[in-house]
T-cell receptor, first 120, second 113 residues
Framework: AQKITQTQPGMFVQEKEAVTLDCTYD???????LFWYKQPSSGEMIFLIY??????QNATEGRYSLNFQKARKSANLVISASQLGDSAMYFC?????????????????FGQGTILTVHP | NAGVTQTPKFRVLKTGQSMTLLCAQD?????MYWYRQDPGMGLRLIHY???????AKGEVPDGYNVSRLKKQNFLLGLESAAPSQTSVYFC????????????FGSGTRLTVV
């Protein structure tokens, strides 16, 4: 089974509107972390936001927020007030075994990615 | 600037040729990783290392070998390149398994013809 699933190959949004990029995950580990990365056409991986499985509040970083629904195992990225520069590929990723004695060694598992296009 | 440097940035190989990709980090990170990125598949882990002298297999290790003789360097080798290894390769590093600060290299675009 896929550990990280991004079901939207492509998304379109008008400039200044909000957009939600979906991410669902599968794990039996109680201690895990969820990441979102942005990859513009230049190719570099840019870290956007992190959510730990025990964090009580949803993570926020500027215009980015993570809608964390633990029971549903979803970690959707919300981008508010979209800008033309937000056009890029977006990856959701998970790291398991964060708790004491964990043996994942920090390995990240990535979803397939969502291409976001912001229209003027 | 501190970070992860990958060399080369681009390479074209003929089937059967060998090459080594170098990843160098100057942040004294313990953990290093090699990923490959293919369309529609995200990034997949090839090999990783949790410290100098250690390596382990990831999700897609076949056809690749790695070495970490020095803490700052993580080498990815292709002994006999195949067209299926055409991909973009990323190296990443982090200090430990709980820190969420990963640093990625800028990638190596490899084409095998």
């Amino acid at each position: 089974a896929q550990k990280i699933t991004q079901t939207q190959p492509g998304m379109f949004v008008q400039e200044k509107e909000a957009v939600t990029l979906d991410c669902t995950y599968d794990t039996s580990d109680p201690s895990y972390g969820l990441f979102w990365y942005k990859q513009p056409s230049s190719g570099e991986m840019i870290f956007l936001i992190y959510q730990g499985s025990y964090d009580q509040q949803n993570a926020t970083e500027g215009r980015y927020s993570l809608n964390f629904q633990k029971a549903r195992k979803s970690a959707n990225l919300v981008i508010s007030a979209s800008q033309l520069g937000d056009s890029a590929m977006y990856f959701c990723a998970m790291r398991e075994g964060v708790g004491a004695g964990g043996t994942s060694y920090g390995k990240l598992t990535f979803g397939q990615g969502t291409i976001l296009t912001v229209h003027p | 600037n501190a970070g992860v440097t990958q060399t080369p940035k681009f390479r074209v190989l003929k089937t059967g040729q060998s090459m080594t990709l170098l990843c160098a980090q100057d942040m004294n990170h313990e953990y290093m990783y090699w990923y490959r990125q293919d369309p529609g598949m995200g990034l997949r882990l090839i090999h990783y290392s949790v410290g100098e002298g250690t390596t382990a297999k990831g999700e897609v290790p076949d056809g690749y070998n790695v070495s970490r003789l020095k803490k700052q360097n993580f080498l990815l080798g292709l002994e006999s390149a195949a067209p299926s290894q055409t991909s973009v390769y990323f190296c990443a590093s982090t200090q430990d398994r709980v820190n969420y600060g990963y640093t990625f290299g800028s990638g190596t675009r490899l084409t095998v013809v």
